[in-house]
């Protein structure tokens, strides 16, 4: 057994979260062995007690539900043959293949999915002339975004969009945000009527009106309920069953569904948390990887460790500012959970967004991040310069910009009005929350 043993003898408390909840844990024996081994951390994990009975506000992770028997599900037309539900992926870059393997392992296990999912495939020629899609149908293989990984038998994969999600009654939307509003526009009137959708996509679109969260626009452009999931979760850790937990937004009323999303996608590596707040959830995912360019600028520029934690705590503030005045509904709690501050640390330690921010700064600036993205990710899309961009729209638009000095600095830098060292000069530039009546703060 490899990892760290507590022996304990009467209670042992759990520091779940950063808001400081304490989990009990009762141990019968005068012994518990505790490992970071997952045949014996998971265990441990498991036997907690419902958070809800610990923690007014937090609600408890749905861990029992995998495995457990098929409750009736009102969110599921019967169509007369099975109440199965059918899974198909809209993505599958390097997240989207590791959603595919965690969907796979559950629905091959699971009796109330069809074991079969699809996933779609913007289709790609390979250096060696063959399409990424016969490649991944016949070595169970996204060689280009996972290469190693295999991601179960039961994953289709499919070129065709139409095709691939005419017999879906749950779609996972996992691309680039980018190309979310066209891939919605091409589904219209082309998938069932009771679909549930949920978004794993970091990222918002900017209209005229303002900003719009990807998980809107889905309901939007195709008139269906949609869920989130985000968390602290680097795909690539995942794809290696390295331990992970994440969390699903979801509406009011809507807890079924969002329980039936958790079981989709929890393994023992994966544990997966409710939580009724859609946008909080959203905005974290999405505003964290412009935290994490700052945090690269840091790293780049050597500043080392003190400046980085500092660059995340203005930024975790920024985060709950903003999310609380665009969307009132916001709740703190949201912040404590993987996908907020958890998130944030694991991007800002080792996303892409941080190690190509990290490489701009190095270049003084000098070499742009497109050119920056094409040379260090191999096809894989950087969110945060975007999002900065989008963010500073909405700010700059609102008259807030003075209010949010790193998320305003980080596309200044990003389109080389400031030098990345300005990254940290704040201290003429002190936010004046009376702009905004002290709310949010
Ligand atoms: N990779 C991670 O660790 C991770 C973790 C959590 C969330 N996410 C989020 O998941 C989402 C998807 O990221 P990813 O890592 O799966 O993708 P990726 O960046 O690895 O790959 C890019 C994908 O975009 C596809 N693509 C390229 N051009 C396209 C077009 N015109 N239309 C449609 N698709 C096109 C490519 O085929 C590929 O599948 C993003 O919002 C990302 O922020 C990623």
């Given at each position: 057994m490899h990892g760290c043993a507590l022996f304990l003898t009467k209670r042992v408390w759990l520091l779940r979260s950063l808001n400081f909840s304490l989990y009990s844990i009762s141990s019968s024996s005068s012994l518990l062995l505790l490992s970071t081994a997952r045949s014996h951390f998971l265990p441990f994990l498991h036997s907690l007690p419902p958070i809800s009975s610990m923690a007014p506000g937090i609600e408890a992770p749905q861990?029992?539900?995998?495995?457990?028997s098929v409750r009736p599900d009102?969110?599921?037309?019967?169509?007369?043959?099975?109440?199965k539900s059918k899974v198909t992926i809209v993505g599958s870059g390097n997240w989207g293949s590791v959603a595919a393997k965690l969907i796979a392992s559950n629905a091959a296990r699971?009796?109330?999915?069809?074991d079969e999912v699809r996933m779609w495939v913007f289709e790609e020629t390979l250096p060696t002339g063959e399409k990424l899609t016969d490649v991944i149908n016949l070595?169970?293989?996204?060689?280009?975004?996972?290469?190693?990984?295999k991601l179960g038998k039961n994953v289709i994969a499919d070129p065709d969009l139409e095709n691939a999600v005419k017999d879906a009654n749950m779609l996972v939307f996992v691309t680039p945000h980018q190309f979310v509003e066209g891939i919605c526009k091409r589904l219209v009137g082309k998938i069932r009527k009771e679909v549930e959708a949920i978004s794993l996509i970091k990222g918002m679109e900017m209209k005229k009106e303002g900003p719009c969260m990807i998980s809107s626009l889905i309901s939007q452009e195709l008139g269906i309920n949609c869920c989130v999931l985000m968390g602290a979760n680097i795909a690539n850790e995942i794809a290696v069953e390295k331990f992970s937990e994440a969390t699903v937004g979801y509406r009011e009323n809507m807890r079924e569904i969002a329980e039936k999303w958790v079981q989709l996608f929890s393994t023992p590596y994966f544990v997966v948390s409710p939580v009724q707040d859609v946008e909080g959830v959203e905005m974290c995912g999405t505003l964290k990887n412009v935290v994490a360019l700052a945090a690269g600028f840091v790293d780049g520029l050597e500043m080392g460790n003190n400046t980085k934690a500092a660059i995340m705590r203005i930024g975790l503030r920024e985060m709950r500012m903003i999310s609380k005045l665009l969307?009132?509904?916001?709740?703190?709690?949201?912040?404590?959970?993987s996908c907020g501050v958890a998130d944030l640390i694991t991007t800002c330690l080792g996303g892409r967004n941080r190690k190509v921010a990290a490489a701009f700064a190095k270049h003084g600036g000098k070499r742009s991040f497109d050119e920056l993205e094409a040379e260090m990710l191999q096809g894989q899309k950087l969110q945060g310069v975007s999002t900065a961009k989008e963010m500073y729209e909405v700010l700059s638009h609102r008259g807030w910009l003075e209010l949010f000095p790193l998320f305003a600095s980080v596309h200044e830098i990003c389109i080389g009005?400031?030098?990345?060292?300005?990254?940290?000069?704040?201290s003429e530039r002190r936010p004046n929350f009376s702009v905004i009546n002290g709310q949010a703060q």
């Open positions: 861990r029992s539900s995998n495995g457990g009102s969110h599921f037309s019967d169509d007369g043959v099975s109440r699971l009796s109330s999915f069809h070595n169970n293989e996204n060689v280009k975004y996972l290469p190693g990984i969307f009132s509904s916001v709740k703190d709690s949201t912040f404590f959970e009005h400031l030098s990345p060292s300005a990254i940290v000069e704040y």
